[in-house]
């Protein structure tokens, strides 16, 4: 145990130091004037945080994953497709009120819309969207048609709520749809997948196991969009302003918060998975003690990520945002992209997502074309939702294209790369992208546009966050097209070749 909690450390340093490198050079070329104190802060931070994300991923492997393969693979070989979709459902939407990410998003609007019928829509959103999944893998029903059909049904409701007036709703819609697929959410869900396609899907069929944390993106949005219908107040951004200056003193506290956020929907989902095992899956007892022990670590790791994200990278976000307000646009543009490159690789979600793709494909998809395609479409997303901060437009502007863009590839990808394409685009989009960079737009718009705009300019770099890397991880698709083409064409000629050297002798 000990060499395994050593090995996921350093795959976490790997993904972290960059972060915190990158912002310790933005100090020292003083395009953000940290103090001492906040360097300190934020170097003891990020080493609680490495640890809490080793923690974390080796819980995954341990419970989070097995959990959702167990469901999958149990409920899927009894044959009883009614109790699989009701269980499903109500894995669904308490797995989604447990991300730590859609709290940090939530406790930012509380002022202005109820907080708990925000939860519950977006609970509701994934589950019926999980139940839907599962419906698509058992009847083997097509990604894309799904894909198609449910973002036109978004769309359309995109349009009346533009027509109602209600266009504050819009941003924080699409950023709900990116923040309930994070760091609880995704290994459950992917095993569940895998477990399911495993029973009703053919082993070629490897695109089976995907699609799911794709299709869980789209409840939430819609979701939201028929509660902003109901919404009569105004939007307003709660900047939570912290007054606590002993940094020691609030890291505890927010600790505590974490041990609170994290535990008790972990403990609903235990709870829930217990019942299940009872009645269903009947599993032996080294078994749940396996998952006992992976729910621990999971529970450890992800208080002391997000504790840590809260104290230092979340104001430090903040802060980074408001300097880079104040300088070049050009300058201003570069940074964003390599700020959202480098984030990305220190998301949770996406390290388990990688591992399951490998897994899964054998090693058809590779792990360097994937983190690349996701650095670039993160960093990309980023750049541009400054760009659109600057210049003051909807966030319709950019997602209206990049979705016909997207949904056009899936016509001229390989199947398996459309549905991890967006299963990448909601996993890229986790704590740390609401903790960090949401801030740091936050924090930008403040100063560039006034705190009135912040719902119409700020809110949206998530789901920007969740569309980019759809295509860039396409593109990954159309040019593995290319290369498999030219691989055979100098097969052929190697063939023809040798057979044009080839000695025949009569006898």
């Known amino acids: 145990m000990f060499k395994k909690i050593l090995i996921k450390i350093k795959e976490s340093s790997f993904s972290i130091l960059p972060v915190y490198l990158l912002i310790l050079f933005f100090s020292l070329v003083k395009l953000v004037d940290l103090s001492l104190s906040e360097v300190i802060l934020l170097t003891i931070s990020t080493i609680i945080m490495i640890v809490g994300m080793a923690f974390f991923s080796l819980g995954a492997d341990l419970a989070m994953s097995p959990m959702g393969k167990e469901i999958g693979t149990g409920l899927t070989k009894q044959g009883k497709l009614l109790v699989l979709l009701i269980v499903v459902f109500i894995f669904g939407m308490l797995i989604t009120i447990a991300e730590p990410a859609l709290s940090v998003m939530a406790k930012q609007v509380q002022d202005s819309i109820n907080t708990t019928a925000l939860l519950i829509s977006i609970g509701v959103g994934t589950g019926l969207f999980l139940l839907f999944s599962v419906i698509k893998t058992v009847f083997r029903i097509s990604l894309r048609s799904m894909l198609f059909y449910f973002y036109m049904v978004l769309f359309a409701l995109c349009i009346i709520v533009v027509l109602t007036g209600n266009e504050k709703i819009i941003a924080l ?158 300058i201003v543009v570069i940074v964003a992209f390599l700020i959202g490159a480098l984030t990305v690789l220190a998301e949770p979600a996406i390290h388990v997502l990688i591992k399951q793709i490998e897994d899964i494909t054998g090693g058809l998809v590779k792990k360097n074309s994937m983190l690349i395609a996701l650095s670039v479409g993160v960093g990309t997303s980023i750049a541009l939702s400054i760009i659109r901060i600057m210049f003051n437009f909807s966030i319709l502007y950019y997602l209206i294209p990049i979705y016909i863009i997207a949904l056009g590839l899936t016509f001229f990808v390989p199947k398996i790369y459309v549905a991890i394409a967006f299963d990448s685009g909601g996993v890229a989009s986790g704590a740390l992208t609401s903790s960090f960079i949401m801030p740091l737009a936050i924090g930008f718009g403040m100063v560039y546009s006034g705190a009135d705009s912040i719902f119409l300019t700020a809110f949206g770099v998530v789901a920007m966050v969740a569309s980019t890397p759809i295509i860039t991880i396409e593109i990954v698709g159309l040019f593995s097209i290319v290369k498999d083409k030219i691989r055979i064409k100098k097969a052929v000629k190697e063939i023809i070749r040798a057979g044009d050297e080839e000695i025949i002798e009569f006898m």
């Open 173 to 330: 819609a699409f950023d709900s749809g990116g923040v309930t697929t994070g760091a609880i959410t995704v290994p459950f869900i992917m095993a569940l997948g895998a477990g399911m396609s495993s029973i009703v899907s053919k082993k070629s069929d490897k695109d089976a196991s995907f699609g799911f944390i794709g299709m869980c993106s789209i409840g939430p949005i819609i979701a939201v969009f028929l509660l902003g219908m109901f919404q009569n107040k105004d939007l307003t951004y709660n900047s939570n302003t912290v007054t606590e200056t002993n940094y020691f003193i609030l890291y505890l506290k927010n600790l505590l918060t974490s041990f609170k956020d994290v535990g008790i929907p972990l403990l609903l989902i235990i709870i829930f998975f217990l019942i299940s095992d009872l009645i269903w899956l009947k599993l032996k007892k080294n078994r749940i003690y396996q998952f006992a022990i992976g729910i621990l670590f999971a529970f450890f790791g992800l208080s002391l990520f997000l504790s840590s994200a809260t104290t230092a990278f979340m104001p430090i976000g903040t802060k980074i945002g408001a300097s880079l307000a104040l300088k070049s646009k050009y």
